[in-house]
């Protein structure tokens, strides 16, 4: 079984297009939340996912953009794109959106954006030491998937220990799946990049092979930013794509 790891596409069609054909031989979709925000395409990016069957969990920005969370946790930039996306998202994609789950369990991972150790409030997972918090509640399972940072990285632990191992993963990268240790894995952002790189950033998720490879993807990007400039999303939000930051 492979899986396609889709995370943080926050209403970019042109990144999500381009990731989806990279990814035209996978078997199932896992998304770790933040459908929308930012991007101009929220109700085409739900419309896809949706159709696709991914196996889907809300994220933060997907939260405040049909009021499951309160929009002051937000700077002022995604504040604004949080309204504009509530404005403009059809009723059968904020609908979708209210009913999506905090966590997916499936037999042999989890899906959440944030942390397993608080999902209703959405932690950043940045170092091993919020890492090891999730890794206290990941029970048997031998694989976490998160979004959230938008940024690529991985997090090891071996079983039964406290401490955690952190791995940056700032170009293409296979992780192995080690008998004996648990990981949580962030494959970055598909439509809002933060670690300088602006391709767009996806994972597989090999079952056999027991990997997870980290791919980054080119997509449009010019197309991108045309369509948030014209639809008035803050400058700041659309200049950045271009440096992926
Ligand atoms: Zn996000």
């Not at 078997?27 to 929308?36: M, R, Y």
């Not at 930012?38 to 109700?43: C, H, K």
Request: glycine content about 8%.
């Amino acid at each position: 079984m492979r899986y396609g790891i889709i995370s943080d596409v926050h209403a970019n069609l042109e990144a999500l297009n381009a990731v989806l054909e990279r990814l035209n031989d996978v078997d199932a979709i896992l998304c770790p939340g933040d459908i929308v925000g930012y991007g101009a395409n929220p109700n085409e990016c739900c419309a896809i996912l949706r159709d696709l069957g991914a196996t889907i969990v809300l994220g933060n920005h997907d939260a405040v953009c049909v009021g499951r969370m309160d929009i002051e946790w937000f700077n002022p930039h995604a504040q604004a794109a949080a309204l504009w996306t509530a404005e403009h998202l059809a009723k059968q994609h904020s609908d979708y959106l209210l009913d999506l789950p905090l966590v997916e369990r499936r037999q042999e991972f989890v899906v959440v954006h944030g942390s397993l150790a608080a999902p209703p409030e959405f932690e950043y997972i940045t170092g091993p030491s919020q890492a090891c918090r999730s890794f206290a509640d990941m029970g048997e399972y031998a694989l976490c998937f998160v979004g959230h940072t938008h940024v690529a990285e991985f997090y090891a632990q071996r079983i039964g220990n406290s401490g955690a191992d952190q791995t940056l993963v700032p170009s293409p990268i296979k992780v192995r799946i080690k008998p004996g240790f648990h990981y949580i894995v962030n494959c970055g952002s598909v439509g809002q990049p933060r670690d300088g790189i602006p391709l767009a950033s996806c994972g597989v998720y090999d079952t056999d092979s027991g990997t997870v490879e980290i791919i980054r993807v080119e997509y449009d990007i010019e197309t991108a930013q045309a369509k948030m400039r014209d639809s008035g999303l803050p400058e700041v939000l659309w200049q950045r794509l271009e440096f992926g930051m």
